[in-house]
């Protein structure tokens, strides 16, 4: 049970850390495109992944990876590596999930950092280049701080879901080579309360994970509204 719970807590927050600021960055960037047409192509193009169910997600993840005729192996061997079966070794199991949620949920999540910045009063920004302030004082001392209470409202939603990993994409990329890492509370909680019946116990494994979370989101919440202005309540 410890490394099932470790494993969850892990990827949770591997995934809080490398997942929460991708789509915060790719906002910034975004906002820095002054072709419009341009700036609505890439958006569009970036959201298309958050409608791609999970069985398709991972159905790409596998075509991608095969060692047989995978294009990522293909790279490998090409310049002069042996294959490597990735969905096989355990190893590579949390940078796979994570890197996958990232690039699904990209531009889906940017969505609200992107409505945050057009909020932006525009003479703070004229104002800022009579002063001659460049972009990168600009981005410090004017969008940041202007974007500062979504950012963290944000994160505070994300860690009240730090064990909440993903059920469908961990259990389809799950196999006994890889259990080592793949096996989390989710699975745990399937395994248990459908597959063996043991209802009861599945439940209260699941409000274990609730309680946890719950914690979590009390505590940032309290940090929060400590260091800063902006709190869930």
């Keep these: ?138 981005l410090i001392y004017i969008t940041l701080p202007s974007i500062s209470p979504t950012i963290i409202t944000l994160l505070l939603l994300s860690m009240g879901t730090i064990l909440s990993v993903g059920f469908e994409k961990t259990y389809l990329l799950q196999n006994p080579a890889i259990l080592s890492k793949a096996d989390v509370i989710q699975t745990y909680v399937w395994r248990q309360g459908l597959q063996r019946g043991n209802f009861s116990y599945g439940t209260a494994v699941g409000l274990f994970n609730s309680v946890i979370n719950l914690f979590f989101l009390v505590i940032s919440n309290s940090l929060a509204r400590k260091f800063s202005e902006t709190s869930l309540w």
Excluded: C
Excluded at 10 to 27: D, K, R, T, V
Excluded at 37 to 62: A, C, E, N, R
């Design 1 to 138: 049970m410890f490394n099932i719970l470790s494993n969850t807590f892990l990827l949770g927050l591997y995934s809080l850390l490398w997942g929460f600021p991708f789509p915060l960055i790719f906002a910034l960037i975004l906002n820095e495109v002054r072709n419009r047409k341009f700036k609505k192509i890439v958006q569009t193009i970036s959201y298309l992944p958050h409608f791609l169910s999970t069985v398709v997600v991972v159905g790409l993840i596998q075509l991608f990876l095969s060692p047989t005729f995978g294009f990522v192996n293909q790279i490998i061997e090409r310049m002069g590596f042996e294959k490597i079966v990735f969905l096989q070794k355990a190893s590579f199991f949390r940078t796979i999930y994570i890197s996958s949620d990232i690039w699904q949920g990209l531009g889906w999540n940017a969505i609200i950092y992107m409505a945050a910045l057009s909020n932006i009063d525009p003479n703070l920004y004229e104002a800022s280049m009579i002063d001659g302030t460049g972009r990168f004082k600009k």
